[in-house]
Nanobody
Framework: QVQLVESGGGLVQAGGSLRLSCAASGNSFSLNTMGWFRQTPGKQREFVASITSSGSTNYADSVKGRFTISRDNAKNTVYLQMNSLKPETTAVYYC??????????????WGQGTQVTVSS
């Protein structure tokens, strides 16, 4: 099974930017659709963005226009560039293999995630 390690989170002021990275260990990373999710205490994990092996992307309405998902198959890594950050963006962010229409269904095991905190 693929192992996922998220990094790049931290504390940032509202309006700032962060780039998250997800490094995957597995034999078929380049064939997988990958997605980012986030979770706040008391809430279920929610879909943020996904990208197919061919580069097609899908975004949650709440982040469209501000976040950009990308991937580097040579590095087995998927990225999430987050711009114009808002306090409500604060959450733990996770990546995973995804499926279903729009790549919104997580399929693999969850990693530890990376904390993003946006101050006002």
């Amino acid at each position: 099974q693929v192992q996922l390690v998220e990094s790049g989170g931290g504390l940032v002021q509202a309006g700032g930017s962060l780039r998250l990275s997800c490094a995957a260990s597995g034999n078929s990373f380049s064939l997988n659709t990958m997605g980012w999710f986030r979770q706040t205490p008391g809430k279920q994990r929610e879909f943020v963005a996904s990208i197919t092996s061919s580069g097609s992307t899908n975004y949650a309405d709440s982040v469209k226009g501000r976040f950009t998902i990308s991937r580097d198959n040579a590095k087995n890594t998927v990225y999430l560039q987050m711009n114009s950050l808002k306090p409500e963006t604060t959450a733990v962010y996770y990546c995973n293999k995804v499926g279903g229409v729009g790549g919104v269904i997580p399929l693999g095991y969850w990693g530890q995630g990376t904390q993003v905190t946006v101050s006002s």
